[in-house]
């Protein structure tokens, strides 16, 4: 595809009871694209269906996560999501709780500007 | 090449001198010699603020806001990979970036500190009053937090 690449924004979730794959995901997701805002639709006036967005989260049973719904998270663009395997769960020995962390990158694509 | 000026509220003393910019900016198209206030603004138009990226971070022990504001910048840079000069056809060291830095007490931010941490861009550091400062109760130095947004700006010429 001749799109291009203008962004990475990167982010990190967890959920800590519920072993809640897709809830991590969800706030891995949030934690990425609030570090970030872009003017430049507005700026431009550029139409934000114009662009794609791409969403890869690591978990550590990436088919336990329900991609269509976090798809509907993103504000803006056409999004795809996909789950790989990643992230990292943590055992606490004494409880025997497992608090899982996700990893979320999502990438946003523009045609080429210049 | 324009410039876009902010100024800070309680921007101490070691921001950008602004006039430094506007000597520049004359030299580049003086508004009287070149045309009226009206083209003149115009080329400042021309410089778009296409994307904003925040960042936290705080200085526990020390009290140290630059540290804390260094902790921010690097938090909003290292959760964001931007690539905006390469889609508009642009040398990344065309980015003008404006580093708006809040701590309660933005006097003591070292702007020079700050900028250095960019390896590319025309880099302007803003402090004003704000983070938050958490006090101890043992009477230690308070925890400090600082607030931190990263605005990349091209001169998009045309397409003002």
């Given at each position: 595809?001749?799109?291009?690449?203008?962004i990475?924004?990167m982010?990190?979730?967890?959920?800590?009871?519920?072993?809640d794959?897709?809830?991590?995901?969800?706030?891995?997701?949030?934690?990425?694209?609030?570090?970030?805002?872009?003017?430049?639709?507005d700026?431009?006036?550029?139409?934000?269906?114009?662009?794609?967005?791409?969403?890869?989260?690591?978990?550590?049973?990436?088919?336990?996560?329900?991609?269509a719904?976090?798809?509907?998270?993103?504000?803006?663009?056409?999004?795809?999501?996909?789950?790989?395997?990643?992230?990292l769960?943590?055992?606490?020995?004494?409880?025997?709780n497992v608090?899982?962390?996700?990893?979320?990158a999502?990438?946003a694509?523009?045609p080429?500007?210049? | 090449?324009?410039?876009?000026?902010?100024s800070?509220?309680?921007?101490?003393s070691?921001?950008?001198?602004?006039?430094?910019?506007?000597?520049?900016?004359?030299?580049?198209?003086?508004?009287?010699?070149d045309?009226?206030?009206?083209?003149?603004?115009?080329?400042?138009?021309?410089?778009k603020?296409?994307?904003?990226?925040?960042?936290?971070?705080?200085?526990?022990?020390?009290?140290?806001?630059?540290?804390a504001?260094?902790r921010a910048?690097?938090?909003?840079?290292?959760?964001?990979?931007?690539?905006?000069?390469?889609?508009?056809?642009?040398?990344k060291s065309?980015?003008?970036?404006?580093?708006?830095?809040?701590?309660?007490?933005?006097e003591?931010?070292d702007t020079d500190?700050?900028?250095?941490?960019?390896?590319?861009?025309?880099?302007?550091?803003?402090?004003?009053?704000?983070?938050?400062?958490?006090?101890r109760?043992?009477g230690?130095?308070?925890?400090?937090i600082?607030?931190?947004?990263?605005?990349?700006?091209?001169?998009l010429?045309?397409?003002?």
């Amino acid at each position: 595809m001749s799109d291009q690449r203008f962004i990475i924004a990167m982010g990190m979730g967890n959920d800590q009871y519920g072993q809640d794959y897709t809830k991590a995901a969800a706030r891995a997701i949030e934690d990425a694209i609030r570090h970030s805002s872009i003017p430049m639709f507005d700026a431009l006036g550029l139409d934000a269906a114009q662009m794609r967005v791409s969403v890869t989260v690591g978990v550590q049973e990436p088919d336990k996560v329900d991609c269509a719904a976090l798809a509907q998270t993103l504000p803006r663009g056409q999004a795809s999501v996909r789950a790989v395997f990643g992230g990292l769960n943590v055992t606490n020995p004494d409880t025997g709780n497992v608090l899982v962390i996700a990893s979320a990158a999502v990438e946003a694509f523009l045609p080429k500007q210049a | 090449m324009a410039h876009v000026l902010r100024s800070g509220r309680d921007a101490g003393s070691r921001r950008v001198n602004p006039v430094t910019l506007l000597t520049h900016k004359i030299q580049a198209r003086h508004p009287v010699r070149d045309g009226t206030m009206a083209q003149a603004r115009g080329i400042l138009m021309a410089q778009k603020r296409l994307l904003t990226e925040f960042g936290m971070g705080s200085s526990l022990r020390r009290q140290d806001y630059t540290e804390a504001a260094r902790r921010a910048v690097k938090d909003a840079l290292w959760h964001n990979s931007i690539n905006l000069a390469e889609l508009f056809g642009k040398d990344k060291s065309e980015m003008q970036i404006t580093v708006e830095v809040a701590v309660q007490q933005p006097e003591r931010i070292d702007t020079d500190t700050i900028a250095a941490i960019f390896p590319y861009g025309q880099v302007t550091v803003l402090p004003v009053r704000g983070g938050l400062d958490v006090p101890r109760s043992d009477g230690g130095n308070p925890i400090v937090i600082a607030n931190v947004a990263i605005s990349v700006a091209l001169d998009l010429g045309g397409a003002a």
